[in-house]
């Protein structure tokens, strides 16, 4: 056997030249560039390329994100033959309140002596726990909020306002002191996070210091009674709160990129006085970017934004539905008559003229009428002179049949292709009584918190008879046109602070606090201050229009 003997000399030296050897080659390997590549590998930096940590404010928007279909539809509705005419007893329209389950927070609004910073992180917002979805939403990190609100019974008295039991427990002297109801939140706005699947309407509000994109300063079209800083109503927060989805974040709104996205296109705001609220709400955040020309007439509003060909129309149309005033069976001439299988008449003959339509109905339902279906009256509502026949359809499931009958029309139009976006039933907020019994809501200066909600089975059933016609309308689509169902009856239940309450009226000398015997003065709890809440109804549409739209502009 060869023997090969080392001197111990001779191993140091080799072990020795391997260690400067190693030394050397680790100091060039983390030299530019292959320097990097070592550092990213052991402590996940790029040194070569500069950290992006910018986070955009608030007030900007990108428009890369894509996001999913964002229709509604109540899969446990009833199918079946359209109209079914129930029996209704006087007892038929009482609701089952359902258990309400709380947490215990909101988040808090920045203390006012600090400015919020820009590149703050939204944080999840919990709030209140909703049926099926409590599992889901636990296990993802974040609790759904709002429950089914606001609105009333059916014993009003022939108008659309309705009563609430809620107490008038809030004011502007204790605002202060409620700053940490609501959560922290930024102003940020970060549209590259959107999860195509995002859920827009599970959520909470969130003061954003940087206020509205307008002032009733800066438009000229809002309508005298919610002009709420120009009739006088001292506090202003009501503006500033913001809705944030648990899942992503609603981007303010961008008019330029609403007009791009519309361009050439028309947008028609269809039904009641609460359409009107919205309408006038959209083209003031569109005013600040263009003034429009106004071409309507006693028809039809509509104005005309030149740089992109958009068009905004408004048209009214109390309840989707055709109305008749000749006599017909027991009902006399000049009563209105309600056709709830027939659409609006004068409504449809435009439809196809229309690109998006946005619906609003539902609070005509208290008014005085009587129920048409195949030329048979079958209910009515305040009025039922014959107490001989049965009454088979009351205000409630008129409401559910009319819904039904519109969008099918609409679901059904050989020559309509258009999207139309049903927004859901409007809480009101009159508390202690409904608008003619000295129902309220003076002195409402924030959101509501998890505590003070206070479930209306008038307002549910409402929102359930609205989605089951949604639902069944889906059912019976032929044509290419698109339904949506843009769900803020639970959203804004919070918001009984954005109604102008006693501020209806630019009347110096009107009252506006309750007397000395607790009456509240006049006042308006149904439609919304201008800039406000109702804002966020058009940052909902332009978001639906912005699933539906981008990306097909080049095709």
Same mark, same amino acid.
């Given at each position: ?45 790029? =040194? ?106 059916? =014993? ?152 992109? =060909? ?113 927004? =859901? ?131």
């Amino acid at each position: 056997m060869a023997a090969f003997p080392r001197s111990l000399l001779s191993i140091a030296i080799s072990v020795g030249g391997l260690a400067l050897f190693l030394i050397l080659a680790s100091c060039l390997l983390v030299q530019s560039p292959l320097g990097s590549t070592v550092q990213s590998y052991f402590y996940g930096v790029d =040194s070569s390329k500069k950290l992006d940590i910018s986070v955009s404010s608030s007030n900007q928007t990108t428009s890369d994100s894509p996001l999913s279909n964002v229709a509604v539809i109540d899969k446990n509705s009833p199918s079946g033959p359209s109209f079914e005419l129930p029996m209704i007893s006087n007892e038929s329209s009482a609701v089952k309140n359902k258990d309400m389950s709380d947490t215990n927070s909101l988040t808090s609004k920045p203390d006012s002596q600090s400015p919020m910073s820009s590149s703050l992180v939204d944080q999840p917002v919990p709030a209140v726990l909703s049926g099926v979805r409590q599992e889901e939403e636990v296990r993802n990190g974040s609790i759904d909020g709002i429950g089914n609100i606001y609105s009333s019974n059916n =014993s009003g008295n022939g108008d659309s306002r309705m009563d609430d039991n809620n107490g008038d427990t809030s004011s502007g002297s204790t605002l202060a002191a409620e700053k940490s109801i609501l959560p922290l939140a930024s102003n940020a706005s970060k549209t590259d996070s959107v999860d195509s699947g995002c859920d827009l309407y599970h959520g909470s509000w969130f003061y954003d210091s940087l206020g509205p994109t307008y002032t009733n300063n800066t438009c000229p079209i809002i309508t005298q009674m919610q002009n709420c800083q120009g009739n006088g109503r001292p506090d202003k927060e009501y503006e500033n709160w913001r809705w944030k989805p648990f899942q992503c974040d609603l981007p303010r709104f961008d008019a330029k990129k609403f007009l791009e996205l519309m361009r050439g296109k028309t947008l028609a705001f269809i039904g009641d006085s609460v359409a009107r609220n919205q309408m006038e709400s959209m083209l003031c955040l569109l005013w600040q970017v263009e003034v429009p020309k106004n071409r309507g007439n006693r028809k039809m509003q509509r104005w005309y934004f030149r740089s992109t =060909s958009v068009m905004i129309v408004r048209i009214w149309s109390s309840w989707l539905v055709h109305q008749t005033s000749g006599p017909l069976d027991f009902a006399p001439e000049g009563f209105v008559k309600l056709h709830l299988d027939a659409p609006d008449d004068e409504l449809m003959k435009y439809i196809p003229d229309f690109d998006v339509v946005v619906l609003s109905s539902g609070h005509w339902f208290a008014k005085q009428s009587a129920y048409v279906i195949n030329n048979e009256i079958v209910g009515g509502q305040l009025w039922w002179p014959d107490k001989s026949r049965s009454m088979k359809v009351n205000n409630i499931e008129a409401f559910g049949i009319s819904v039904e009958t519109i969008l099918t029309a609409l679901a059904t139009h050989p020559n309509y292709t258009g999207l139309a976006i049903v927004r =859901s039933y409007s809480p009101d907020h009159y508390e202690g009584g409904a608008w003619n019994t000295g129902g309220s809501c003076t002195g409402k200066v924030r959101p509501l918190s998890v505590g003070e909600l206070v479930e209306n089975g008038f307002t549910e059933i409402m929102h359930k008879k609205q989605v089951t016609g949604f639902d069944r309308a889906i059912k019976k689509m032929t044509n290419k046109s698109k339904l949506k169902l843009m769900d803020i009856t639970e959203v804004f239940g919070y918001r009984h602070d954005g109604h102008p309450g006693p501020y209806r009226s630019p009347d110096p000398n009107k009252i506006t606090k309750r007397g000395p015997d607790g009456k509240p003065p006049p006042q308006d709890c149904l439609h919304w201050c201008m800039p406000g809440p109702v804002d966020t109804w058009n940052e909902l549409v332009l978001e639906i229009i912005r699933r539906e739209f981008e990306g097909k502009q080049s095709s």
